[in-house]
């Protein structure tokens, strides 16, 4: 009986190694996208400030041009007045004296253009600061996040190599049986092939065990599955002394 008992321990512990090996895997492989998403955000950041930096150039530029603008059609202004003393009739001075209106309302109307282009250059030179400042504090952020990621790493790699080595360790030691047994119900289930029997249900799948094999479940005379998940079935001894007042099992 307690060799029968000593494999059922092991099969608990071999299903604990894979439960901890199958975590340690899925938190090992997401790593590469969270640090690549850092990365992107790092990106972000800087591109942030990048094109904070190219609106001011496009500012300056549009700037550059209303004042080149401006002095064509002040020096056109200029010609005109200059014209003036040369026409010969009144029909000339006045259309004259028109197009010198019509010239100084364009410029009045791109001097308050540049106006405008020179207030938002003040905005879009408080927003190169703001996403600067921003670039700054998160990389070095996001940086550490990253730098925590890859120490995790490496944490869950030596974890998995020594997971690895103890189920290596342990494989030997069950009986080919129920290693068989146990290797094509996990197959088959989620990589879950025992459960414990909590109360008198399978903890996996919730349902009732009958009395009888219930019993034998208990004194871990046999191996018995599940009646509806399939799984290896088990009772925890350790549970169950650990309410009493003394352990006399072992
Ligand atoms: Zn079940």
Do not use: W
């Not at 308050?112 to 504090?137: F, P």
Request: charged share 40%; net charge negative.
């Amino acid at each position: 009986m307690d060799g029968v008992d000593a494999e059922f321990e092991k099969l608990i512990q071999l299903q604990e190694l894979d439960n901890a090996l199958r975590q340690n895997t899925a938190e090992l492989s997401d790593i590469p996208r969270l640090i690549q998403e850092l990365e992107k955000k790092i990106q972000a950041d800087s591109e942030q400030v990048v094109r904070a930096k190219e609106k001011l150039t496009q500012n300056q530029k549009k700037r550059r041009e209303l004042e080149a603008e401006v002095k064509d059609l002040k020096a056109q202004v200029s010609r005109y007045k200059k014209q003036l003393n040369e026409v010969k009739n009144n029909k000339e001075y006045t259309a004259l004296l028109k197009e010198i209106q019509e010239t100084q309302e364009k410029i009045d109307r791109l001097e308050e253009e540049i106006i405008k282009e020179l207030l938002s250059a003040d905005e879009i030179e408080e927003e190169i600061r703001q996403a600067t400042l921003n670039q700054k504090n998160e990389e070095q952020h996001l940086r550490q996040e990253i730098e925590a990621l890859q120490q995790r790493k490496q944490q869950l790699e030596q974890e998995k190599s020594l997971l690895l080595k103890q189920k290596e360790e342990l494989l030997p030691t069950i009986p080919r049986q129920q290693l068989h047994l146990y290797l094509s119900i996990a197959r088959k289930r989620g990589g879950i092939a025992i459960s414990r029997v909590t109360d008198e249900f399978c903890s996996m799948c919730q349902v009732r065990i009958r009395p009888q094999m219930l019993n034998e479940i208990r004194d871990r005379s046999k191996i018995h599955l599940c009646e509806s998940c399939g799984r290896i079935l088990y009772f925890d001894h350790s549970e169950e002394s650990a309410g009493e007042t003394e352990d006399s099992s072992r």
